[in-house]
Every structure is written in structure tokens, then in C-alpha cells.
């Protein structure tokens, strides 16, 4: 299965494997829509059905400390969460925020 890059209102939905076959052409597509700016560009990667080094490179690479490019990740497969947990680096995924409504 390839990857597919599904935009959604605030960013992208990754859809298949991460992997180092898919990467050389992952890494340009989620810059080219990470602009730089004040909002974060939201990842949703939960129908990631692979996930490898080179996904995992690719995530750090995006969330590297200083990046112009604002990116969170929102939410995450199985397969992603087990590889980042593996790595201690479960705090890469950011769950959005639930907003509280006061009537």
C-alpha cells in the first residue's frame, strides 16, 4: 500500500505506510504544506498502517526544536504510538485540545 496525503481543514491525514519507501516523497509534501506561520499545521496519523526509522526520522525532523514550520501531531495508529513509545517519545503526539463550553 502507498501513502496517501489527505488534506483536511487544519492540515494532513497520512493514510498507509511510513516508511522509508514512501519517505523521499513524504518530506516535501508535508513541508510544502507546513507554512510558516502562528498556527500550527495539525498531523493526524492515525491511519498509518506502517511506521519505520525513517517515519520516525521524518516526525523529528518535522517537530525539531526551532523548525519555522509549526507542526503538531495530533493523533496516532497503534503502530506509530508503539514505535514512539519504544522510543520514549510518546510526547510527540498532541491531542487537540478539548475546548470547554460555559452556558
Known amino acids: 500500500m502507498e501513502l496517501e496525503i489527505e488534506p483536511t481543514p487544519a492540515g494532513v491525514r497520512l493514510i498507509g505506510e511510513m ?3 514512501s519517505a523521499a516523497t513524504l518530506k516535501p509534501a508535508l513541508l510544502e504544506r507546513s507554512p510558516t506561520g502562528t498556527a500550527p499545521v ?8 506502517e511506521f519505520d526509522s525513517a517515519g ?4 523529528l525532523m518535522l517537530k525539531r526544536p526551532g523548525n519555522l ?12 504510538t508503539a514505535a514512539l513509545k519504544l522510543c520514549r517519545l ?3 503526539i498532541e491531542p487537540k485540545p478539548v475546548l470547554e463550553v460555559s452556558l
Open 19 to 21: 516508511t522509508i519507501y
Open 42 to 49: 495539525e498531523v493526524d496519523l492515525t491511519q498509518v498502517s
Open 56 to 59: 520516525l526520522q521524518l516526525l
Open 90 to 92: 510518546e510526547h510527540l
Open 69 to 80: 514550520r509549526a507542526v503538531r501531531i495530533t493523533a496516532a495508529s497503534q503502530v506509530v
